[in-house]
């Protein structure tokens, strides 16, 4: 079962807007990572924020934690057509004395010109 | 740097055939991983190495095998092939073994995409 659940499965805006997407998870974590993945490409990561963080920017992306909620938010503001992809949550869990990442089913985000 | 290879880049096997599927990294990290990836799945993860010398399975490995040949490499191999197992198979790896720490980021190869008949 995956552990992070991404909101909404896709999303199409207008180049200029902002773009939000959801992820929730379910057991405790360590942290939160957020990746990107364009059509045919490998994914590629983003930003990671830690469980005693709440906020974190990264040019003109902002994630949000809310650890009592179990949910991350991951905003990308003035998108551009270059933002196109899917956007991928991921928690680490750990199993066997080794943390591994459990990914989300991701948002299909679609910006255009 | 190349960063984490993946070959062959496109597959198509019939039932029944076997391959392996070959991931290098030249990033001295020594963790790697292997997944799928389904329309609509997400990524699942099939086996992992948190250092050379050791294997584990993840969330789907049956019908795989994997071998950690040494720090650099780490291969998946199907030994039956069965359509279920057509997917995008990605390769990736990590710096810290994650025991006990927090988790660093992943580094993914680029992907083979594979198709049974």
């Known amino acids: 079962s995956q552990q992070g659940e991404e909101d909404p499965q896709a999303l199409s805006i207008q180049e200029g807007e902002n773009a939000t997407m959801n992820c929730s998870y379910k057991?405790?974590?360590?942290?939160l990572q957020w990746y990107r993945q364009n059509s045919g490409r490998g994914l590629v990561h983003l930003i990671l924020?830690?469980?005693?963080?709440r906020e974190k920017h990264s040019g003109r992306l902002r994630v949000t934690l809310d650890t009592s909620k179990k949910s991350s938010s991951l905003l990308i503001t003035a998108s551009r057509a270059a933002d196109t992809a899917s956007y991928f949550c991921?928690?680490?869990?750990?199993?066997?004395?080794?943390?591994?990442?459990?990914f989300g089913a991701g948002t299909r985000l679609a910006v255009h010109p | 740097n190349a960063g984490v290879t993946q070959t062959p880049k496109f597959q198509v096997l019939k039932t029944g055939q076997s391959m392996t599927l070959q991931c290098a990294q030249d990033m001295n990290h020594n963790s790697m991983y292997w997944y799928r990836q389904d329309p609509g799945m997400g990524l699942r993860l099939i086996y992992y190495?948190?250092?050379?010398?050791?294997?584990d399975k993840g969330e789907v490995p049956n019908g795989y095998n994997v071998s950690r040949l040494n720090k650099r490499e780490f291969s998946l191999r199907l030994e039956s092939a069965a359509p279920s197992q057509t997917s995008v198979y990605f390769c990736?790896?990590?710096?810290?073994?994650?025991?006990?720490?927090?988790?660093?980021?992943?580094?993914f190869g680029p992907g083979t995409r594979l198709t049974v008949l």
């Open positions: 057991t405790s974590i360590n942290n």
């Open positions: 924020i830690r469980s005693n963080e």
């Open positions: 990736a790896t990590t710096g810290n073994t994650g025991r006990r720490g927090a988790y660093n980021e992943q580094f």
């Open positions: 991921a928690t680490d869990a750990l199993s066997g004395g080794y943390n591994k990442l459990i």
């Open positions: 190495s948190a250092s050379e010398g050791t294997t």
